[in-house]
Every structure is written in structure tokens, then in C-alpha cells.
């Protein structure tokens, strides 16, 4: 399956979780994504992609950079169509971001939740956005009906995944 996955751009390297800034620079990655029935398979697999993905930064900043420029000088009635033909080898939308690791306060209204949503451009069919917010993951799904009349049914899928991803991560460290 190929995916469209932005890759977050950091700006410097941080020593600690304590030194970590909110950023958003952002570049879309195409990935071929394994499909396979076994779960560790998919993740070995999985590793490999991700560990080659690391070291593709030169084309992960160009792509960046011309997305900026397209997107800041090129009117959006040229782009936009663009981008809606450019969508179209893939078949979900992905978003995983890191969000605060410390409990955030607007006044003295302190943030006791969030909920990420992402929405998808041109032929996409699935988006799913996750994001974590101190100690809690959450994550929120858009569909075309084209995909699936029910989506609790991805939904109840996907959770299904995290909890059994859990549970390997508890049994790796005992």
C-alpha cells in the first residue's frame, strides 16, 4: 500500500525531552507500506523502511522546500489541482505526532485533552492522524464511504493493532 506520511523537520537537535520545542515543518513522504497478515512480520519489515527513511534527509528537505515555495508563491487555484492529481497513487494519509510531554495551561484553564484530525486532499481514501498529549494517545480516522460503509469497523481494527502493540512492548520488557 502506498502512503503519504509527513516527516517532521526538526530545526535542531534536542538533548532531552525537557529541551523539545513544538515545531511544525513538515515534509510528505510516499511510502510502500507491507501489508501482511502477521503482525511481527509487519513490523520487521516495518523497521527496515523506517531505518532507510532516516537516512533520506537531503530528499526529504528538498521536498519540503518545494512544497513551501510552491505553497507560499504559485496561486492555490494552480497548486491545488495539482495536488489533487499528485494524490492519486495514494491510498491513505498518515500523521503521527509527538505532542506535548508536559500538561498545557491557557490561563487557568489547564488542557485535559486534545483530539488530531487531518483531513485528505484530492484522492485519498483513508486518513488516519494519531497523537499522543502527555500520557494519552489519540487518534481520529476520515473515510470515503467508497472504502467502507462502517468505519468503527477500521476504527475497532486499528485499536485492536495499538493494544496488541502494547502488549508486545510489555512482554519486550520483561
Same mark, same amino acid.
Given at each position: 500500500? @502506498?502512503?503519504?506520511?509527513? &516527516?517532521?523537520?526538526? !530545526?535542531? #537537535? ?6 523539545? @520545542?513544538?515545531?511544525?515543518? #513538515?515534509?510528505?513522504?510516499? &511510502? ?16 527496515? %523502511? !523506517? ?18 515555495? /510552491?505553497? /507560499?508563491? &504559485? ?6 489541482? &495539482? ?7 495514494? /491510498?491513505?494519509?498518515? =500523521?503521527? *505526532?509527538?505532542?506535548?510531554? +508536559?500538561? %498545557? @495551561?491557557?490561563?487557568? /484553564?489547564?488542557?485535559? =485533552? ?12 483513508? !486518513? ?5 498529549? *502527555?500520557?494519552?494517545?489519540? #487518534? ?18 486499528? @485499536?485492536?493493532? *495499538?493494544? +496488541? ?6 512482554? +519486550?520488557?520483561?
Amino acid at each position: 500500500m @502506498q502512503i503519504c506520511m509527513p &516527516v517532521n523537520l526538526r !530545526s535542531s #537537535f534536542y538533548e532531552s525531552a525537557d529541551q523539545v @520545542q513544538m515545531e511544525n515543518n #513538515f515534509a510528505p513522504l510516499p &511510502v510502500k507500506l507491507p501489508l501482511e497478515n502477521d503482525l511481527l512480520t509487519a513490523l520487521r519489515k516495518i523497521r527496515v %523502511m !523506517s531505518n532507510q527513511i532516516r537516512y533520506s534527509y537531503p530528499d526529504i528537505y528538498a521536498t519540503y522546500i518545494l512544497f513551501w515555495l /510552491t505553497a /507560499t508563491l &504559485v496561486p492555490s487555484f494552480i497548486h491545488l489541482p &495539482v495536488a489533487v492529481y499528485f494524490s492519486k497513487p495514494f /491510498t491513505l494519509a498518515f =500523521s503521527n *505526532v509527538p505532542g506535548s510531554l +508536559k500538561p %498545557m @495551561q491557557f490561563g487557568k /484553564t489547564k488542557l485535559l =485533552s486534545h483530539t488530531p484530525m487531518m483531513l485528505s486532499l484530492g484522492h485519498i481514501a483513508v !486518513s488516519i492522524s494519531m497523537m499522543t498529549y *502527555v500520557d494519552t494517545l489519540r #487518534f481520529t480516522m476520515s473515510t470515503d464511504t467508497c472504502v467502507t460503509k462502517n468505519p468503527g469497523e477500521l476504527v475497532a481494527a486499528i @485499536q485492536e493493532a *495499538v493494544f +496488541k502493540l502494547l502488549d508486545l512492548s510489555e512482554q +519486550k520488557k520483561a
